[in-house]
């Protein structure tokens, strides 16, 4: 994996050697953040990387301007690679990394709303159908932001109504949420 575009495009974001990381692939990737690039700055931006993995969306989203990625993974060795990989891109500073299950994480009470939220959970988690739901209700996003939700063909959200885009990447569909359609 590496970085696409940006202050840190080429440079590698190393996989975890888990066997539990499936990494959005570099086309899915390019897709969403050309949807992304195409209606809004990353100037400044506050993001939130749920089911960060090796921290390859929320790596993207900084070397594109953001100001501040919150990664969160309950795995600790995917949260000792993210906090790696921040270190060698010199980043480590625009970073929080959260070693937590994201189903606890968001039972809190968001510590800041958010300007783009990307999740990438596992296909069959259990309460996937209802996480747009749950990020859009508890403020987890600002009134313009974004929840970037990738899933398998199996669970559709076009007819959601705060689902704004959703496009098939081969297996992998990519939905976007906002609270406001003017956001989009």
């Not at 949807?35 to 100037?43: E, G, K, L, P, Q």
């Not at 919150?70 to 060795?77: A, G, L, P, S, W």
């Not at 790696?84 to 809190?108: K, M, P, S, W, Y």
């Not at 932001?145 to 885009?165: S, V």
Request: one cysteine or more; proline letters at 7%; aromatic letters at 10%.
């Amino acid at each position: 994996m590496r970085i696409i575009t940006g202050s840190l495009k080429g440079r590698p974001i190393p996989i975890p050697d888990t066997g539990l990381v499936r990494p959005t692939s570099d086309r899915t990737k390019e897709g969403i953040f050309s949807v992304i690039s195409a209606r809004r700055y990353f100037d400044r931006l506050q993001v939130l990387d749920l089911f960060a993995g090796s921290g390859n969306l929320g790596f993207e989203a900084i070397s594109r301007g953001a100001a501040f990625v919150t990664f969160v993974d309950q795995q600790t060795e995917h949260a000792a690679q993210t906090r790696r990989t921040a270190t060698d891109l010199g980043v480590a500073a625009q970073t929080a990394i959260i070693t937590q299950d994201v189903h606890t994480f968001l039972e809190t009470p968001p510590p800041m709303a958010y300007d783009l939220i990307f999740c990438d959970p596992p296909y069959d988690l259990p309460w996937l159908a209802e996480m747009p739901d749950n990020l859009l209700e508890k403020n987890w996003l600002h009134s313009d932001g974004w929840l970037i939700l990738e899933h398998d063909r199996r669970i559709r959200f076009e007819d959601h109504p705060a689902c704004r885009f959703s496009k098939a990447y081969g297996r992998t569909v990519v939905s976007i949420f906002t609270q406001d359609e003017t956001a989009f």
